[in-house]
C-alpha cells in the first residue's frame, strides 16, 4: 500500500477584494460560519467544509469551481442575489423537469454554481 503526506486539513481558497463583504456574502446566505480572520485571510465553514477567503483580491471575475446543492435552484438564485451575489445565468427548465443549475457570482467576482439533485 502506497501511503501519501499527512494531510491535516482541506480548505478551498478564494480571493476577496473586500474580506467583510466576502465573509458577510458566505455566512448569510449559506448559513456559513467563521472560523477565523486576520488581515490576510479568513476561514468560514459550511456543511463541514471550508472556504479560505485570501484578502488582495482584485474583483475580476474568476471561475471557481465551487458548487452548492440546494433543493430549489431557483428559490437558491434568490437568495444569492439578496445576499448580494448576481446570477450570471437564470436557472432554465431542461427535458421538462425543473431547473437543476444556476450560475451564480459572488460580490467579489468568484463564479459558482448552485445544485439541485438530481434521480439517481
Not at 465573509?23 to 463541514?48: H, M, S, T, W
Request: charge should be negative.
Amino acid at each position: 500500500m502506497i501511503r501519501g503526506m499527512d494531510v491535516e486539513r482541506v480548505k478551498y481558497v478564494i480571493w476577496a477584494a473586500d474580506m467583510d463583504r466576502a465573509i458577510r456574502f458566505y455566512r448569510d446566505c449559506f448559513g456559513g460560519r467563521l472560523l477565523k480572520q486576520n488581515p490576510v485571510i479568513a476561514e468560514v465553514e459550511i456543511l463541514g467544509s471550508v472556504i479560505g477567503i485570501h484578502s488582495g483580491g482584485e474583483g475580476k471575475r474568476t471561475w471557481t469551481g465551487l458548487s452548492f446543492q440546494v433543493p430549489d435552484v431557483i428559490a437558491g438564485g434568490r437568495e444569492v442575489v439578496a445576499a448580494g451575489g448576481q446570477l450570471a445565468r437564470e436557472p432554465e427548465p431542461e427535458n421538462g423537469e425543473p431547473p437543476h443549475l444556476a450560475m451564480c457570482v459572488d460580490p467579489e467576482g468568484n463564479e459558482f454554481m448552485l445544485t439541485r439533485k438530481r434521480g439517481a
